[in-house]
Each structure stands twice: as C-alpha cells, then as structure tokens.
C-alpha cells in the first residue's frame, strides 16, 4: 500500500507565493509519473503538472511561467512552487503518483488534498 501526504497550503494574497509538497510512503518499488491536480467546487479536477522520473515536465497553460514542478526520487516527493499567485488558483489541490509496489502492483495513487486560498 502507498499513502501520499500533501502539506504547505493555506491562505496567500494575490501575487504571492506557495510551495506545495507531497511525500510518498508505503512499500514502493517505484515511481514514474507523479502529479497536482487541482478541483474546485462544481468543476472536474484539472491536471496542473505533471513530472517524469526522469525529470521531464508538462504544465497547464494556466499555470506556465508561474509554478514549477520538481521531485526529490531518493524522497519518493514532489513540490510544486507556486509564484504570481492569482485568485483563480484557489483550489483543493491534490497530487497523485503512478507507483508500482514492493508487492508487483502497480496502481495510481492520491493524496486526501490540500486547500490553497488566494486571496484578492
């Protein structure tokens, strides 16, 4: 089993900055792509980046130029660097992480979200 944990939300002002982090743990073998996504009420949850193992990024265009994502593999985490931050970007966020186990099964993992608040 893998368990993926968010932390680093909470309330910013407009243009500032949040750094999101989500650690996984569990008896993992490894991971390939890990990901945030972000919902708020009413809406489908978005794709907001996305990272390789290998380190090769993919952005919405909503968010290009502002955040960034990256992982620490000995970490098994991911952060994702949020500047410029706008009332829009209010959001659950969550992350999630294609990870095969100790056991040979290989699944998609989420974390319980976290909520990011922008205030204008």
């Known amino acids: 089993q893998v368990q993926l944990v968010e932390s680093g939300g909470g309330l910013v002002q407009a243009g500032g900055s949040l750094r999101l982090s989500c650690a996984a743990s569990g008896t993992i073998f490894s991971i390939t792509t890990m990901a945030w996504y972000r919902q708020t009420p009413g809406k489908q949850r978005e794709l907001v980046a996305t990272?390789?193992?290998?380190?090769?990024?993919n952005y919405a265009d909503s968010v290009k130029g502002r955040f960034t994502i990256s992982r620490d593999n000995a970490k098994n985490t991911v952060y994702l660097q949020m500047n410029s931050l706008k009332p829009e970007d209010t959001a659950v966020y969550y992350c999630?992480?294609?990870?095969?186990?100790?056991?040979?099964?290989?699944?998609?993992?989420w974390g319980q979200g976290i909520q990011v608040t922008v205030s204008s």
């Open positions: 999630n992480a294609d990870a095969l186990t100790g056991l040979g099964t290989r699944m998609l993992y």
């Open positions: 990272i390789t193992s290998g380190g090769s990024t």
